[in-house]
Structures are given as C-alpha cells and as structure tokens.
C-alpha cells in the first residue's frame, strides 16, 4: 500500500504528511487527538541518513512538547528492506545511528508520549528493530511482509535445506515470515483489518505500559519458553515452570 | 599460566566470567544442569547447548555487586536465540527490579540466530528494551567487546544502548558483517576478506576515534576487568538513565559525523581529519600508544 | 544428530555435588556437563553427537573413560558436534578432574 492512500484510510480528519527521499513526517487527526507520525516510505534500506532523520523527528516532538500535557502519540509507519549495506554506512558506525532512534523512541515513552508502529508494507530485520520493535506496541496490516530473511537466504547460511524450512515453516511461527506469526509470537499486538481510522484510535486508548512481549508469546503459544526463562531468573529457581 | 598474561579473545565466555570477576564470585542463573536448551535447534538438526551459548548471573566486582552476563562465541557464533535473549532479559529485568548496581555485558555474537530467525529478532528487542529499563532503574550497563567474532547485527545496536563501552583493537563492533555486504553488494562495495580494512572499519580502535566506545585496553582480562571497574564508577557518577540533553548532544555528534566524514571511503581519511598525524601507524601501536595517540583527538562519545 | 546412551555399573569413585560443565559445542568440540545423581551405583552417559554412524568408537572410548575412572552415581551428558575421539577423551577427563577439584 502506497503511503498517500494509507494516510488518508488513517485520518479520515485530516493530515499533514510529507515525504522527502523516503522519508515521511508530519502531525494528523486521530480521533480528537493530533499525533505527530514518522517513519519511511518505498521499502527504504535504513541508512545512516534516515536513521538520523527519524530521531530528529522524535526529538523535536519530544522538546516541542515538553512540560505539556497530555503529550501526543508518535506514529511510526515502517516500511523498509532492511538496514542499508553498505561500508560507509558500517564504517560511519551505523548501528549507532540505529541506537540512537531507538534511544529517542525510549525517551518520548519515558516524556509520557504514546508510542506505536504499524508495518503497512515491508519490515525486515535491523530495518525495523529501533522503530517498530521500539514501539509500545507494534501493528501490522494483513499483507505486511514482516521477516529476518528470506527462506532461500537462510537455507544457504544455516546449510538447511530449504525445504526443510518450509516444511517447518507450517508448525512453527520460528521461521516463516509474516505479521500472523509475529502476531503469535507476541512481536506484532494485532493485525488491522477493515477501518484503519477506528483501529488506529483504538490501539491509542490501549497502548500497553512495559514491554509484554514475552508475556503475550506465551499467551498466544508463539513462544513457550521466553516467558518462563524471564520468570525463572526473576524468581531465582533453577527450573522453569511447567 | 600469569594471570596478567591471560588473553581475553582466547578465553571461553565461562573462562572470562570466572576469571574478570572478584575470584569465586560468580553464581549463575539456569546454569548447564538446568538444561534450559534451546527448543527450535533439534528440529533443524542442529546440536544444542546447555546454557543455549550465554552464561548469566551474578557476581561481585572489586567488592561491588554486579550482574554479568557472557555470550560463548563459539556456539553458533553467539548469536541469540529464544533461550538465550530471555535469559538476558530475564537478567537486565532482575537487575532492575534489585537496584543491582551494574550489569556487566561480555558481548561476542553475530546477532540474531537465524535457525530461530523471529523469535531471535523479538529477543533482541526485547534486549534492547530491558537494557534501556534497566539504566532507567539507575543500573550502569557495561559493554565489554573484545571476542574474536565481534558484536554484530541487533546486538551491535544494543551495545550502544548500553552506558559504556570497552573494546580491545581485536574487538569489533558494527551492524552488518563485512560478508553480508559483500554478498548483497560487492566485493568493491567492501572486500570481506581484507582484514585490515573490516578492522579499520569495524574493529576497536576506529570505534574509540568515532566516540562509539569509551575505552580501548589490551587483549587481556585482567585489563577488561580494570576498564569495567573505570565504567561502572564513571556512570554511576552520574544519572545511568536517558536524558534529553544527553541525547541531543549524541545527535549532533552523528550528524557532525555524516557533514566530516560521510564523503569518505576510508577510515584512515577519517582519522587523519580527526588530526591524527599519522594514520597509517594506528594499527600498529599497542593498546597504550593508541589511547595516547588519540585521546586527544577522538570524538567526544556519548 | 544421533543420540547414544552408555551405562557402566561397578564404579567405585564418588562425585561432589556441585555440577561443572565442560568445553563448548563448536565445530570439532564438544561440552561435557558431569553431575553427580543417584542412580543405584551406575555411571550413565548421554551422547547427543552430529558425527553419525560412529557407536563403534563412542563405545571404545566410553569404555576407556569408566576402566580409567571408575565413577559411580555420575551422570554425564555430552553435546558433541564432530570432536575426535582424542578430543573426547580430553574434555570428559577435564570434567572429571575439574569435579575432583584437580589442576587441569
């Protein structure tokens, strides 16, 4: 889905977005709230530059509202392939720049903004971790491409078949890509479907406090032994609970 | 062998936990015998490890209370799975919850474990959330990076959510590995098999000149150990927590970095706009005549 | 992966309590986690190995490893990925003696 036609299915009342060199910025209308949106268009590999962009971004949000109250929501719109490989990106150390939005999205959280992402198109791996996976809360629509690899890239490097990937794909939301398996795994909150206003509104009102991630793996069978690992350290025992 | 002597790249994650901390010291969580493996290598064939490849616990540190936590590089190459991420954020959570001083990190991992590809990429997140949690709890997180395999992928970013960093020159840190890059971009876009050019880029000492660490020692635990005990006071004397102010002085330092730097194709540029005279020796001088090379030069780190 | 399982009774050597684990699963190595456990004398040894087809050897050096020890209500469990039967013999030796409290 293309970033002007999302916008409009989101704020039925209203935006201001841009976008310069895939990336995209503005305040809008939800409900009776402004929420100030941020996030990359064109399945943009997430380099130095963009990174920097975001953060920005949230910063400003951030100062322009500080000692105000309520402080608005940031939407982070993500679609990506992925970081940017290339050696100047890695030399100029971009996993700093990555650090550094994530760093700011945990400020704006810790301000009092609500923070949550919607993956309208691609996520792939480090493209998303410092926005999306930062988020309170992250969403996806149902076509959402939301993966690590691609299974043929991860045969090659795993040295297993890919076939096999596949065939295990089916029973375990592990390997296969897709916003149903990180919806079971806990990763992804929901998948919005329908009115894209009125969910938009609702995960507002519904922003999870803390990261209970690990919490709704396990509620949802995505993932059984994160949760009891994270409980068992925290109680001190040396078994996990059944 | 001299204690002094021991080498840390060399040293399995349990050799460096046993041997960084006060003597002793160490108690682990969900140690071996536990058998909390990982629950998604059998069915790819893969063999498992008892602590799915990362030691945690706690311990104590020139008498002061620490957690640690230690990844073993040399199972699949460090990189975190379902186990092993939630025993880091099992870790960071209690050590949050406890007021624990500092957590020690002894990182050495490839990123995200691609046989558990979705659950390793949440891990890490979630990592990365507790880490930040942690420091707003008023716990020091410390980075030590001095493996043979470096700190890469997610984890690469997670380090530098920590408040500090030590590296050793043989240590590497950076999100995308040098094959990775060559594969999808070229063997002229970065040739992964230069080693001196993936370390001018990636390794240590070109981290300390960028302000991306905040130490460099020797290849020596007894020297990472020193250097830990120097970061841990050093955040402690001050707010662990994310500021604004804090951030937006980093801010600038990066996109400082991008206006100085981001037209050039060689480290070696960068270190010689950083004033260094001459460049080309870095790589040679010990851990000593580098830091007093470039001290003086380096940018100012967050 | 394979996974073999070796029980050896008439031991004499007892183990301290405290597990330790051994070496790492890397290409061409192995860890060793040795523990002490009540099982009526025997010393138990629990092979998860990614070099298949070797039962033969793994026998040999099993046996080789109980005539030198003689360790009774010991459990061990070993994650192999290819180690030689060298290298196994080394690190189960290891474990033993790190449990024994021995310089390794």
Known sequence: ?242 | MNNDMRSYLESTARERVERLFDAGSFVEFLPPSSRVISPHLGQLDAPVAFDDGVVVGRATLGGQNVFAAAQEGGFMGGAVGEVHGAKLVGLLRRAAAEKIPAVVLLLETGGVRLHEANAGLIAVSEVMRAVLDARAAGVAVVTLAGGSNGVFGGMGIVARCTNAIVMSEEGRLAMSGPEVIETASGVEEFDSRDRALVWRTTGGKHRYLLGDCQAIVADSVVQFRAAAIEAIAACRSRSTALGLAELEQEHAMLGERIVRFGAMSDPLEIWAALGIEEPATIPMLDAAQFVAAASAHRMGGC | METLTYRFDNGTRALPPQPRVIGVVGSGNLEVLIESAPQDGACTIDIKTAAVGFGATWQAVMQDFHERWQLMDASIAINDMGATPAVVSLRLDQAVETMLGAPT
């Open chain 1, 1 to 242: 889905m293309d970033w002007q036609t999302l916008a409009d299915a989101l704020f039925p009342r209203g935006h201001s977005l841009s976008e310069i060199d895939h990336f995209l910025s503005g305040i809008a209308q939800s409900g009776e709230q402004t929420i100030a949106v941020v996030g990359t268009t064109g399945h943009a590999p997430i380099g130095v530059e963009i990174a920097l962009a975001q953060a920005r971004f949230v910063l400003q949000t951030v100062r322009e509202h500080a000692g105000k109250h309520p402080r608005p929501p940031i939407l982070m719109l993500v679609d990506t392939a992925g970081q940017r490989l290339r050696h100047r990106d890695e030399m100029l150390g971009i996993n700093s720049y990555m650090a550094h939005l994530g760093k700011c999205v945990e400020l704006a959280r810790r301000e009092g903004h609500k923070v949550i992402a919607l993956v309208y198109d691609q996520a792939l791996s480090g493209g998303f971790i410092t926005s999306g996976l930062m988020a309170d809360a992250c969403y996806a629509l149902p076509d959402a491409t939301i993966r690590v690899m691609g299974l043929p890239a991860m045969a090659r490097i795993t040295k297993v078949p890919e076939q096999r990937l596949v065939e295990l794909a089916t029973s375990n939301p592990v390997f296969a890509p897709g916003p149903e398996n990180y919806l079971r795994m806990g990763g992804v909150q929901d998948i919005w479907r329908g009115d894209l206003a009125a969910q938009l509104e609702q995960a507002l009102a519904t922003t999870p406090a803390g990261d209970v991630r690990s919490r709704l793996g396990q509620e949802r069978g995505g993932r059984n032994f994160t949760q009891r690992v994270i409980e068992a350290i925290m109680a001190g025992s040396d078994v996990l609970a059944p």
